[in-house]
């Protein structure tokens, strides 16, 4: 994947806890995506109603609770902060979701490279920038 010169995210420090690396080490390879070209959104999602990418998932408290109200939608998880994909692996454990994945990526990239057009039929973006600081613009 290549990956652009002005990309939309830039990561801070990883300090995840040690449940959420557990998580993250336990239930990536059956959760999680490393995109390698066009992804296959029947592979992943066969009897999905409708298919739903959520940029920047955060902690993942939010996509948890919407896939587990919506089991008929698939979602697509796009997080770079590897403690939010290591807390949202263990809701997605403890709720028993089947309608999730992960994919650590720019959404920039997923959208130009891995996702046909049209292929989504939504977006969720929860609070792209909640605190507009002058020190926080490099996040941007």
């Not at 008929?72 to 807390?87: C, N, Q, T, W």
């Not at 507009?132 to 490099?138: E, G, I, L, N």
Request: charged share 30%; glycine share 8%; proline share 7%.
């Amino acid at each position: 994947m290549e990956r652009p010169d002005n990309r939309s995210y830039k990561l801070r420090g990883a300090r995840a806890t040690p449940a959420q690396e557990a998580a993250y080490s336990a239930l990536w390879d059956e959760f999680g995506i490393t995109p390698t070209g066009v992804i296959d959104i029947a592979q992943y999602f066969p009897d999905s109603k409708r298919i739903i990418m959520e940029i920047g998932t955060g902690m993942g408290e939010a996509t948890a609770e919407i896939a587990r109200t919506f089991p008929e939608i698939g979602f697509f998880a796009v997080e770079l902060h590897k403690p939010g994909l290591g807390s949202l692996l263990s809701k997605i454990a403890e709720y028993e979701l089947k309608n999730v994945r992960l994919i650590s990526e720019d959404a920039r990239v997923l959208l130009e490279e891995c996702f046909p057009d049209s292929s989504l039929d939504g977006f969720h973006l929860y609070f792209p920038d909640p605190w507009p600081k002058v020190r926080h613009r490099k996040r941007r």
